[in-house]
């Protein structure tokens, strides 16, 4: 079985979607299925994890919406060499190129939502997203399996698209385990987000303020892309004026080496956002890594991982996160536990084992729409 994954980019500043396809590709591979990618070219470098993927890309041929004619006259003519299309980036056109080509060629074909379908995603560029939506995306979703990564993001996606849900699946996002040796836990917190706005990193250094008016200040240490150069600016003046030299480093983004080795290292990873994460996968590399995880319950997993005990969670607002870091900073049984029920609760889960298990049952039983 050959799957073609058809995606606008897979430059490492894309996040989530990258990560995603990636991580899909490997999952796959346990099972002896093979993936490709068609991607259009980026100045960026690759994600992590192509180096074994046969990669097709294309020349962009327009600003808007990411549109290509020579991705769309190759899978045209190519989608027949494929089992199943799986599609990401619900409003920009290499999805709707590769779904009207798999409908022509009687090709099952999926498309991942990856959070876009959310209310709070669907605010922003409101009208544009309507127009796109009537004239373009919910006939070409018709035609495909749209794929969530959790429960509760369907749901979500339901409360303003019911209709798109007719035709839906559940199926997870694999996750590494750490492959490293234990290591000693050291005396600093890692932050892991992109800083955006959205990611609540401001109200994180306010509550390091907060702490260090009650005399705690630990090292925090940020990796993550700035989206937001502004915004970063405004994050440094804050930490500059309100906490001790050196209490807070953004390093912006590091190789996955590295980033392994500070998750392995870290005290405890601690995830703010202000928005609804459909997965939250650094939350889940953390558990994976063994590291207690502080996270933003605006995260759509946090909620039912709590309950597994296999992280803490918090409100974005500065006094509640300042409240759960300290009481995590101070409590190390605590910490040992959690470091105990995150990789369990992922090797259940979400290994790439265990996904691509999933996912090559929901390929076998795909039907042409």
Known sequence: MKVLHVTPSIGADQGGVATAVAGLCSALATADKRCDVATLHSDVADAAGFAEITIHRFERTGRIAAASRPMRAWLQRHIRDYDAVVAHSIWLEPLHYALRAAREARVPAFAMAHGMLDPHSLAYHRFRKWIRWRTATASALKHATLVFTCEQERERAGQQNPGALQQSLVLPLPVPMATRPPVPREDFVLMMSRVHPRKAVLEAVQALALLR?????????????????????????????????????????????????????????????????????????????????????????????????????????????????????????????????????????????????????????????
């Open 213 to 369: 008016q009650r005399g705690l200040s630990p090292r925090v240490v940020h990796a993550g892309h700035i989206e937001e150069a502004e915004y970063a600016a405004e994050v440094r003046r804050l930490s500059e004026s309100s906490l001790e030299p050196g209490a807070f480093t953004m390093k912006g983004p590091l190789p996955g080496p590295e980033l392994a080795s500070l998750l392995q290292r870290c005290r405890l990873l601690w995830v703010p956002t202000n928005q609804p994460e459909n997965f939250g996968m650094s939350i889940m590399e953390g558990m994976a890594a063994g590291a207690p995880v502080l996270a933003s319950r605006t995260a759509l997993l946090v909620g039912e991982l709590e309950r597994a005990g296999a992280v803490v969670g918090t409100d974005p607002d500065p006094a509640a996160m300042a409240e759960q870091l300290e009481a995590l900073l101070q409590s190390e049984s605590r910490r040992q536990a959690l470091s105990q029920a995150g990789p369990a609760y992922v090797a259940q889960h979400y290994t790439p084992q265990v996904v691509g298990a999933a996912w090559l049952a929901a390929l076998k039983s795909a039907r042409c729409a």
